[in-house]
């Protein structure tokens, strides 16, 4: 186990190492630097001055590899939209806000989410499957800003019950979190109301009905606790997604975390702040699915762990 | 929704004389039984058929526009209204399905032309070829999607390449295509392995055939419908990949409407002209509804194991 795990962790380095010299290449690709984008259009020599004062002067190979080497000792550079603060402290401030959307929604999804695919797969073609089956493929592809505008539209500028957007008081939660938890519930909803169906006609939830058990204990302590499995794999990998927010979400509430940050971040070409939210992405990802794996053993201990991930 | 055995004991009912079908024709008849499904395709033929024949269903063209009817509600004259440049929003409604769907069906095109042999290789060769393309993998799961996409798109529409990718629409398609492939790959990957140590695929290899042949001849055939599925369900995610796209302002150029860019465009202005938000968001539900429908009707009558 702790082989595997320490092989895993190898192999998750590697995979940052690629999607950081991704990031950093195409990154530079892209027409227009930091410092000619928009209205900052400086003088040339300022310009000039800039770009050597970051660096960005140097043939670009020595570029990546200065910033591998400063990352290893955690010094992630300066924003370039704010000189005055480092990224390390700008996402220590913005990340915060986009966990407190994140934590909320993420609790609201799984719970409901299961809630609706439980009450499916139990009740089984009624209308009330088919309800959540089509809501639920609904909410699986459009996208949360279009539903965040259509809330807006409906409480805020209809109704006038809460606001179109900001930050502040628990006003402001309740739309994003609305817009946000649909999709992640949706998927909640569809995986569980596929693996309770497959429970459902295992051999020993019939042995369990046939000693004669209530409805209710089957369902509960057979049917649930066994239909965890693609919970853990397909739900957990989600978790790390909504933490690091969403650019739509985040711009249409005007909601001030690290999503929106990361819309600016891309679009006026702040180098340092696009890499480390990149890498902050990337390592939740690969933790996230390690973590999976490790669960899926502990709790299906027919599988095994050997070597690199087998299952697809 | 019915089972597989019994839909099989149907087809074999003594009082018909029997006759030999092909498991195509299976899979149509168990296809055609779902209601869901049937509506699904109904809904993606009408849009289908007012993408390709837009310029003849449209009331005007695209691009039309009168400045003094700008802004109006849907009335007799104006069925969706009119926006505020003045076109007529029915038509701009028509001819961004045409665009979404262009967009989404080369979207997918591209996902598949790379996924598919990505992980026909891959499960087939497996070792090393596995190993890479497994990495590969791993990194485009781990790299945030909308930032590939979007700096892919500044890259390919600009520069050097401008001349060669000239057209916005098939930009748009490639990126979301070279965005999309992770999935079909993989599950190009896992079938491949649980179909290569069937007997057959061992009797043609003792026959002397080659890895090409044998991918292509054998395998792929076998893996179709899950891949058939997992296309059908990849179109409403690339429909509004496009859209996302065009919220972050990197979509379509004007005047050509996608509606993606109508829905994100109506942001400004739909607290006072809500029709400009309708029409194009329900345009596009209709074809995810459609197409997921679709999707999952095929799911039952192609693969009636896994239901």
Request: glycine residues 8%; charged residues 15%.
């Amino acid at each position: 186990m702790a082989r595997y795990i320490l092989g895993r962790l190898i192999s998750l380095i590697f995979v940052l190492l690629a999607v950081s010299l991704i990031a950093f290449f195409l990154m530079h690709a892209v027409p227009g630097g930091p410092f000619d984008v928009g209205e900052r259009r400086l003088p040339e020599a300022t310009r000039q001055a800039q770009l050597r004062k970051y660096g960005l002067d140097q043939p670009i190979l020595v570029q990546y590899v200065k910033y591998i080497w400063h990352v290893l000792h955690f010094d992630f550079g300066v924003p370039f939209q704010r000189p005055t603060e480092t990224v390390t402290s700008l996402i220590g401030s913005r990340w915060p806000v986009t966990i407190k959307i994140g934590i909320p929604t993420i609790l609201v999804a799984y719970t409901f989410g299961t809630f609706f695919g439980f009450v499916a797969a139990v009740r089984q073609n009624s209308w009330i499957d088919y309800l959540v089956t089509t809501v639920g493929t609904l909410g699986l592809t459009v996208q949360s800003w279009v539903i965040g505008i259509w809330l807006i539209l409906l409480l805020s500028v209809q109704l006038k019950l809460l606001p179109t957007g900001g930050w502040g008081d628990w006003k402001h939660y309740l739309m994003p979190v609305a817009a946000y938890s649909l999709a992640p519930m949706a998927l909640v909803a569809r995986y569980t109301r596929v693996s309770i169906l497959e429970v459902l006609r295992a051999d020993y939830v019939r042995t369990a009905r046939a000693k004669g058990l209530g409805e209710r204990r089957v369902l509960l302590s057979h049917v649930a606790r066994n239909s965890l499995i693609p919970w853990v794999t397909v739900l957990l990998p989600e978790i790390p997604n909504i933490l690091t927010g969403s650019i739509f979400i985040e711009s249409v509430f005007r909601i001030p975390g690290l999503g929106g940050y990361f819309a600016t971040s891309m679009l006026s070409r702040d180098y340092p702040m696009i890499l480390a939210v990149t890498l902050l992405i990337a390592v939740l990802w690969g933790l996230t699915y390690l973590l999976t794996d490790i669960l899926y053993t502990v709790l299906d201990p027919r599988i095994r762990l050997t070597g690199t991930r087998v299952k697809v | 929704m019915e089972t597989a055995a019994a839909a099989t004991t149907r087809e074999f009912s003594l009082d018909r004389p029997t006759r030999s079908r092909t498991n195509f024709e299976f899979a149509m008849r168990r296809f055609a039984r779902q209601k869901l499904a049937l509506a699904g395709l109904l809904i993606v033929l009408i849009l289908v058929l007012a993408a390709v024949f837009a310029p003849i269903v449209a009331p005007t063209g695209y691009a039309d526009a009168d400045l003094m009817s700008a802004n109006k509600f849907p009335s007799w004259d104006y069925p969706f209204g009119t926006d505020p440049i003045g076109h007529n929003y029915l038509s701009r409604t028509i001819f961004g399905i045409r665009t979404s769907f262009l967009v989404g069906f080369l979207a997918v095109g591209v996902a598949c032309l790379v996924g598919v042999p990505l992980g026909l290789a891959a499960g087939l060769r497996g070792g090393f070829t596995d190993t890479v393309v497994l990495f590969a993998v791993q990194v485009m799961t781990a790299f945030p999607g909308i930032l590939f996409a979007m700096f892919l798109l500044s890259v390919v529409t600009s520069g050097v390449l401008k001349a060669l990718f000239g057209n916005q629409v098939l930009n748009v398609a490639i990126v979301i295509g070279v965005t999309s492939w992770v999935g079909l790959c993989r599950l190009t990957r896992a079938q491949i392995i649980s179909l290569r140590e069937r007997e057959y695929v061992t009797a043609a290899r003792s026959l002397g055939a080659t890895d090409f042949q044998i991918a292509v001849r054998h395998l792929l055939p076998n893996a179709v419908p899950p891949l058939i599925i997992a296309v059908t369900l990849l179109m409403p995610i690339a429909i509004f990949a496009e859209a996302g796209l065009s919220f972050l302002g990197l979509g379509i150029n004007e005047p050509t409407p996608s509606l993606g860019k109508m829905i994100a465009d109506s942001r400004s202005s739909i607290q006072l002209y809500w029709h400009l938000g309708v029409f194009p968001t329900l345009a596009i539900a209709l074809a995810v509804l459609g197409f997921a429908f679709v999707g999952d009707g095929l799911r039952d009558a192609l693969d009636p194991r896994q239901n």
